[in-house]
């Protein structure tokens, strides 16, 4: 009996390991190019992001809203955050496909580049997968309405498993900016309004 259970179990395991390839294969975007990126990305107002975090400015919410109140806006400003991190996730994840192809290349420079790129997009992604943990687990738990617990603070999130999120976004920015001008691309302007 178990013998037939653990089969079936291993017959399934196999059906959705080779549906989820060939969703994969058939789904994913074609070799992404320069001029593809600037299109894909989605803009990130990292003054906003900032404002979010900066523990003085949470304080002085604090100190100027009643519990109540602080809490409906802390969750607000959690959703607000969530959806920024999600942004950065997807940039980061057009800047890999884009960096991994320019790192198939023959000049030396864009390949160091497109390899810098690389890293810093995953050191991206890594924390932005961490901050969307934490922050639905927040959301699932609804941590902002326990009355025994201190209302969460965006300032946690600040830095993820050493990463912190602001200043490895702009050092992503930066990075995409040198390979765009290795590449004398002409829709720089472009690229860092829509990073």
């Known amino acids: 009996m178990m013998t037939y259970v653990l089969w079936y179990f291993m017959i399934t395991a196999g059906f959705v390991g080779c549906a989820v390839v060939a969703a994969w294969t058939w789904f994913r975007f074609p070799e992404r190019t320069a001029q593809d990126v600037v299109d894909f990305l989605l803009p990130v107002d990292m003054e906003k992001v900032e404002a979010l975090l900066d523990p003085v400015a949470e304080a002085t919410l604090r100190r100027q809203l009643d519990r109540e109140e602080f809490r409906q806006l802390q969750r607000k400003r959690i959703h607000l955050y969530l959806s920024f991190v999600k942004r950065m996730a ?69 830095e993820l498993g050493g990463i912190q999120g602001a200043k490895s976004y702009d050092r992503l920015k930066t990075t995409a900016g040198f390979l765009f001008l290795e590449m004398q691309q002409p829709n720089f302007e472009q690229l860092f309004q829509n990073l």
Do not use: C, F
């Open 90 to 158: 997807h940039n980061a994840s057009v800047l890999i496909d884009w960096a991994n192809r320019e790192a198939e290349g023959n000049d030396e420079k864009m390949i160091q580049l497109a390899q810098e790129l690389q890293q810093g997009a995953v050191e991206v992604r890594l924390y932005s997968l961490l901050t969307l943990l934490k922050l639905r687990l927040w959301l699932l738990l609804r941590v902002d309405s326990w009355k025994v617990i201190p209302i969460p603070s965006l300032y946690d999130v600040r």
